[in-house]
């Protein structure tokens, strides 16, 4: 039985995509063993995932002395590594685990050492791609696979907690889930624009739960929100929340690892952007199967189960900075600036789609 690890340490988004990847591969060389390879606090996002035999964590900051033993306990353990991401750390961890490793590299002559070392390795698309698409083709260095969506999967006690939250909160009918508060404040919406918008769809009626983190900007004061708001911010788990969205009606969210969830489900999905590239980090609608990026750089776009949101007043959309600042504790402007009623104005379409009793 082939034994691969899968190595992406980043962020919570970027770990949750490569499940796609885990699910192609098993589709293709089903004997496969998979593990994968990421960062601390990124796990649970493949947690219950049948795909994945096991996940290895390594903290982002780590002693030097203990970054060499990690490197020695996974010295040749596989068959074949495959780092997802480009950087020197990724692919480090690549070669020392593999037998045969696999990886991203750039023609740029500092990265010598990198084509050097690698088994094999592939060169950065000359054209925008999005991250499912380029971690795939990334892995078919090691064997064809079939195009696969990102998985999401929860426990029968991940069902049981989110139903009883639903109970005790009186929910009987149809709901709308907003995520408020994205980790980084240059994916931030104004607090003012999501109250607007949970008056809007609580006149469609459909309950409205919260979900995120609880930050400064969000407003604890139960008046400021329509009645009947029901607030579960840093209430469930990751699994939780995927169960939890599932059943909704529509979801709300800006480019966050959240809304790549929430897509996966097939719940219908409204993702507000703003300066990231959708071409690369747009939500992957479920069942998406053609190998070609489903979004464009500019414009509100509908794909499937998704509709992706951008500012149509601002030029500068998407600048592909972290913010106005240009790092993620700055704000952007693309979103402070857009309006909750052009929001409101694309809800009806999704809202259409959730309560076609196809779905």
Not at 236 to 260: C, E, F, K, N
């Amino acid at each position: 039985m082939p034994k691969i690890l899968l190595v992406c340490p980043r962020r919570i988004g970027d770990v949750f995509l490569a499940s796609s990847v885990a699910a192609g591969l098993k589709k293709t060389v089903p004997n496969i063993k998979i593990d994968f390879l990421v960062f601390e606090g990124t796990e649970k996002v493949l947690e219950g995932n049948p795909d994945v035999n096991q996940v290895i964590c390594v903290q982002e900051k780590m002693p030097i002395l203990a970054h060499l033993k990690f490197l020695f306990d996974i010295r040749a353990k596989y068959d074949i590594a495959v780092s997802l991401l480009p950087g020197d750390r990724p692919i480090l961890y690549a070669l020392f685990a593999g037998d045969i490793s696999i990886g991203v590299v750039s023609r740029e002559i500092k990265y010598f050492w990198k084509r050097w070392l690698l088994k094999r390795y592939v060169e950065p698309s000359e054209n925008p791609i999005h991250t499912v698409l380029e971690y795939h083709r990334i892995v078919e260095q090691y064997h064809p696979i079939e195009l696969s969506s990102p998985q999401i999967h929860w426990s029968h006690e991940d069902d049981v907690y989110v139903e009883a939250c639903l109970s005790e909160n009186n929910v009987n009918g149809g709901y709308a889930v907003l995520h408020l508060t994205p980790k980084y404040s240059y994916k931030e919406w104004p607090i003012d624009c999501w109250r607007k918008l949970a008056s809007f769809i609580e006149k469609k009626d459909l309950r409205v739960i919260l979900i995120g983190m609880k930050t400064a900007t969000y407003v604890e004061d139960e008046n400021f929100w329509p009645a009947g708001t029901i607030n579960l911010l840093d209430a469930m788990s990751l699994p939780q929340v995927a169960r939890l969205v599932s059943g909704a009606q529509i979801y709300v969210g800006t480019d966050t690892a959240v809304t790549h969830i929430a897509a996966a489900t097939g719940v219908p999905t409204v993702a507000i952007f703003g300066p990231s590239s959708p071409q690369i980090w747009g939500p992957w609608p479920n069942s998406y199967s053609i190998r070609k990026n489903p979004w464009k750089l500019k414009g509100s776009q509908v794909i499937g189960n998704v509709t992706l949101l951008q500012n149509s007043f601002r030029d500068c959309v998407p600048c592909l900075k972290e913010g106005c600042g240009q790092h993620v504790n700055s704000y952007s402007d693309c979103l402070r600036y857009l309006d909750a009623e052009e929001v409101c104005s694309f809800m009806h379409a999704p809202l259409e789609r959730s309560a076609s009793p196809t779905r």
